[in-house]
């Protein structure tokens, strides 16, 4: 008898136990919910790989090394886009969606859906496309691995080492408030910036103002200056830049001292109430206004990834980040 209540009792106290860590294994459960997905954030195609969106009406169109995606903002339904790989650049113009992949850049006509491709048999100086851009004349500037071109509807001037460029690799265009036009490299440790004015060029480089010479981003603010961004691993940061007589000089630099998420700038992005938002390569993103960090998002935020590579917002302000696990979308009650 007195053995047989012994084993009751250590019955009860192992299914007290048990009890116990079931309760704990909820609560963690519940825990490990509430991060993946907290209020005004949500993320979808997580085992996909993001570098480009781009918006276009309620469509967000998001391309990477998995191909090509539409994603419905509203009902955040996802449909794939077949026939593209390593689509590094997307870009939405009045007339229809650019595309650039590793088979050179591809022009889908909004209404028909009609496709043409352009490669090197066009006049592209290499198939694997990095950039996309569109001027204030409405020309089409595309970075690809051999230099860049610039096409005017009709025809396509090349821009290479030859002819002005630091390097024939452009990773990234972008436009100043003064029609130039920034190409940014990333071969480190050669090239930098190459800026075109008219006919005069002017560079930048770690030599003088750039943190390194891998240049992930470049954005021109609604002030007129321009950041830019790059890095390897742990090194890197951002340059400033800004216009004077003599032409532009870099005005400041942010690193992880000034609030950066990482060394790394993976990607950057002012939104519509003059915020800068820089992604880091690992550590998620950073919200900065003027010299203070207001807000850093990372996984245990709610993004669906720390490398964060590409930032934009729709109309309603909501912020979409593409990253290297999927695409997440920060309502703008949430920040």
């Excluded at 509807?153 to 408030?177: A, P, Q």
Aim: with cysteine; aromatic share 10%; glycine share 14%.
């Amino acid at each position: 008898m007195k053995k047989f209540k012994v084993i009751i009792f250590k019955t009860l106290i192992t299914v007290g136990i048990l009890a116990l860590l079931a309760v704990a294994a909820i609560g963690i459960a519940k825990e490990v919910q509430n991060h993946s997905k907290p209020a005004g954030f949500d993320s979808v195609l997580l085992d996909k790989d993001f570098c480009t969106l781009a918006i276009d009406g309620d469509k967000l169109w998001g391309g990477g090394s998995n191909g090509l995606f539409m994603i419905d903002m509203k009902t955040l339904g996802t449909t794939e886009i077949k026939g593209y790989q390593f689509v590094r650049a997307l870009l939405v113009t009045k007339d229809g969606l650019w595309i650039g992949h590793d088979g050179g850049v591809s022009f889908q006509t909004k209404g028909t859906g009609q496709v043409k491709t352009f490669t090197q048999s066009d006049g592209l100086p290499d198939n694997r496309v990095n950039a996309l851009m569109q001027d204030h004349l409405g020309n089409i500037w595309i970075g690809t691995w051999g230099g860049a071109v610039k096409y005017d509807g009709k025809n396509f001037t090349t821009y290479t080492s030859k002819n002005g460029l630091l390097v024939d690799m452009v990773n990234v265009i972008t436009e100043d408030s003064r029609d130039g036009i920034w190409f940014g490299s990333y071969v480190a440790p050669r090239g930098g910036i190459s800026v075109l004015r008219g006919e005069s060029w002017q560079y930048f480089t770690p030599n003088d103002a750039l943190l390194h010479a891998n240049i992930n981003t470049i954005i021109s603010l609604k002030d007129g200056n321009i950041l830019a961004g790059g890095g390897l691993y742990t090194q890197g940061g951002a340059s400033l830049f800004k216009y004077e007589d003599s032409g532009w000089s870099r005005l400041r630099t942010y690193t992880l001292a000034d609030g950066l998420a990482g060394a790394k700038v993976r990607s950057a992005f002012e939104d519509s109430k003059g915020r800068l938002w820089l992604g880091s390569e690992y550590d998620g993103a950073v919200i900065l206004s003027g010299k203070l960090r207001i807000a850093l998002f990372n996984t245990k935020s709610g993004l669906s990834s720390d490398e964060v590579k590409v930032i934009v917002e729709d109309a309603a302000g909501n912020m979409w980040l593409g990253t290297r696990r999927g695409v997440t979308r920060i309502l703008k009650s949430a920040v």
